[in-house]
């Protein structure tokens, strides 16, 4: 391609930004804006006018995804031989290429993994720690060190950012720890990928010879997702500038979600003051989103309070009007999960294919009831970023005892002989304080929990050997297809994506803003989340969240305060709402009626005899059939025996 036609490709914000070739360059691009494009184009105009020679141009990124999409695209566009990589990939190439020059010898090798380092050092601490305890430690250490925060800093600089130490320690022993951790990789003579930022920046800080290379074969750098760079990047990426402002950063304040490993848009917003004269330029224009869905965005953020608000975007749509954001509160999680499968299943069957189709959510630990729901509507999907339900450690290990226990336990009751079982690995009936890794685990046993009781309240005389027996049903229904599946992920694995159909879900105080949210800051990275989640959507968007956790609970959730001055007034809040209309009203009506009826004929809560997601999934698809009816999620056989009958005779009215 031309220059000319290079330019002619963009709108006339980012030609803006392919124009701006020289001198530094913040782009602050809002979400679905066409930053890559913007970038790639920049990088193909200077190349086309004759400004940039290829080999001159370190592009860096934070993911090999993004780094490989800007790689394609620059050859795309006929442009070969700039360096997109990530900032990882790029120092690890230049430190191994110096190393021999500088230090001598082979460069040390990088540790895939720090958990068997980690492990070493707490046992030269003399401290006892399980595989989670292990996971959660590995990630303060990463923090620390990404933070450029030594041992000997740690408890100043966590108690200044009110960072709370892994469950189980506290912040001098995670000190001690850092220290251990140090001298066993030193003993091993390796390095982990924060050392290699570091090493190198060093490098280059003290010998000149070293960073007049980089500096001579780097003469124009890019950075994207600038929001989320950390100070032993930023570090790093002054080494490589060496005082000059050949830079252009790329970000969105309102996208910065990873605070927790370090991240930080301090440099983003920062920017024009470190090098005066920068030119700032805004990408407003929503490419990604329909109207709908990019009202609902630039909403969620001015309406953030005013103190401590980030700098938001205001997104300007470009795609035409498409449906209405949809909005649906439910009874239980359970109703939710059914709602929202069924919801997926109409899409897909109106051509929406499924691989299009994201159900995002708060926590790994939510993904049990949508996996459930979703296998059971015969609707392929696919975990991402995340384990499978069942294959979780601490999963599957809770199911090796209570499969013993169900061969030695005989007289409890069985929610109380699961919780007695279970307490051995973690559980207890307060959630833990801790985040990370301790919650996760402590949010997967609940679950467990919360089946035993779904199963106990409709089968009373239920026994752990049925629990099992269930239980294992349901792992064998997990695995449904990943080809061409609905996309199940938590809300920071989705950062990066889009889909046609986005489905954000668990909407509810404690879960969105989680409740390990505590200071004024951690509850605005939360909202900033629940935008990153809205702003994925093209198409279609569905916000929903359910007033108890199992069916029959009490209704002791509300709704986020996120969505206070959001939810519209027409969604009537009432007990068992339809899901966005599916359902038939007034055979849902009648479904209620006749349960009522049979709850009082044997003296039982109404939810034993059907639960609200069965009623609601009867009045959405209306079986005609006991074929049909046996599909319909929560009518297992024990309910076709004694129920089908008479359901059938509701549906088709003549009851």
Not at 502 to 531: C, K, N, Q, W
Not at 611 to 621: R, Y
Request: net charge neutral; charged share 25%.
């Amino acid at each position: 391609m031309s220059a000319d036609q290079l330019l002619e490709a963009l709108d006339p914000d980012q030609r803006e930004v392919a124009r701006a070739l020289t001198g530094p360059v913040c782009v602050l691009a809002g979400a679905g804006t066409g930053k890559t494009r913007a970038i790639t184009h920049r990088i193909a105009y200077g190349v086309s006018t004759g400004t940039y020679a290829p080999t001159n141009v370190l592009a860096v990124t934070f993911t090999a995804r993004a780094a490989g999409e800007m790689r394609t695209r620059l050859r795309e566009l006929g442009v070969t031989g700039v360096q997109a990589r990530t900032f990882h990939a790029a120092a690890l190439r230049q430190l191994s290429f110096f190393w021999p020059k500088v230090v001598g010898g082979p460069p040390p090798r990088v540790l895939g993994h720090k958990a068997p380092v980690v492990a070493e050092a707490a046992h030269r601490l003399g401290l006892e720690v399980d595989r989670l305890g292990i996971r959660d430690l590995a990630s303060e250490i990463e923090w620390s060190k990404v933070s450029l925060v030594t041992a000997d800093d740690y408890v100043r600089a966590a108690t200044a950012t009110d960072r709370p130490p892994p469950a189980g320690y506290d912040r001098a022993g995670v000190a001690r720890l850092i220290t251990a951790y140090e001298e066993a990789k030193d003993a091993r003579g390796v390095v982990d990928f924060e050392d290699v930022l570091v090493m190198l920046g060093h490098m280059l800080e003290s010998r000149s010879d070293v960073a007049e290379t980089v500096r001579r074969q780097y003469r124009h750098l890019v950075v994207d997702e600038y929001q989320d760079v950390s100070p032993a990047q930023q570090f790093l990426l002054d080494q490589w500038l060496g005082g000059r402002h050949e830079l252009c950063v790329v970000g969105d304040p309102s996208q910065t979600i990873y605070s927790f490993t370090g991240a930080t848009p301090y440099h983003l917003l920062s920017f024009a003051q470190k090098h005066p004269g920068a030119q700032v330029i805004r990408l407003v224009r929503d490419y990604r989103s329909t109207p709908q869905v990019v009202d609902l965005a630039n909403r969620l953020l001015t309406t953030a309070p005013r103190q401590g608000r980030t700098p938001a975007l205001e997104l300007v749509a470009q795609r035409p009007s498409g449906p209405a954001v949809r909005w649906s509160v439910h009874d239980d999680d359970e109703s939710e999960a059914a709602a929202v499968a069924v919801r997926a299943a109409r899409l897909v069957a109106g051509g929406t294919p499924a691989r299009e189709i994201a159900v995002l959510y708060r926590t790994n630990a939510q993904s049990e009831a949508f996996e459930q729901a979703f296998a059971e509507a015969g609707v392929g999907y696919q975990v991402r970023g995340g384990e499978r339900f069942f294959a979780r450690a601490e999963v599957r290990d809770a199911l090796v005892l209570l499969r013993g226990a169900a061969r030695a336990v005989a007289d409890a009751p069985m929610p109380e002989a699961v919780r007695g079982v279970l307490s051995s690995v973690g559980w207890s009936e307060e959630p833990p304080a801790a985040r990370g890794a301790t919650r996760e685990r402590w949010d997967s046993l609940r679950a467990l929990v919360g089946l035993a009781d779904d199963l106990a309240a409709v089968s009373p005389s239920a026994t752990l050997v049925d629990l099992v027996a269930e239980l294992d049903e349901r792992a064998a229904a997990q695995h449904a297809p990943a080809v061409d599946g609905v996309t199940l992920a938590s809300l920071h694995a989705a950062k990066g994506l889009e889909w046609d159909a986005v489905f954000l879900v668990g909407l509810s105080e404690g879960l969105m803003p989680i409740s390990l949210a505590e200071t004024d800051a951690a509850v605005a990275e939360e909202r900033r989340l629940l935008y990153v989640g809205i702003t994925r959507a093209r198409e279609h968007l569905e916000l929903s969240w359910a007033r108890s956790r199992n069916p029959g609970g009490r209704a002791s959730r509300r709704r986020s305060r996120f969505l206070e001055r959001l939810w519209p007034t027409d969604v009537v809040e009432r007990r068992g709402a339809a899901p966005g209309g599916d359902a038939d009203p007034e055979l849902l009506e009648r479904l209620r009626t006749w349960r009522e009826g049979v709850a009082a004929e044997v003296d039982r809560p109404v939810w034993t005899v059907l639960s609200d997601a069965a009623l609601t999934g009867i009045a959405t698809q209306r079986p005609r059939t006991v074929a049909e009816l046996a599909r319909v999620r929560g009518m297992g056989p024990a309910k076709i025996d004694r129920y089908a009958a008479s359901v059938l005779a509701v549906v088709a009215g003549r009851v």
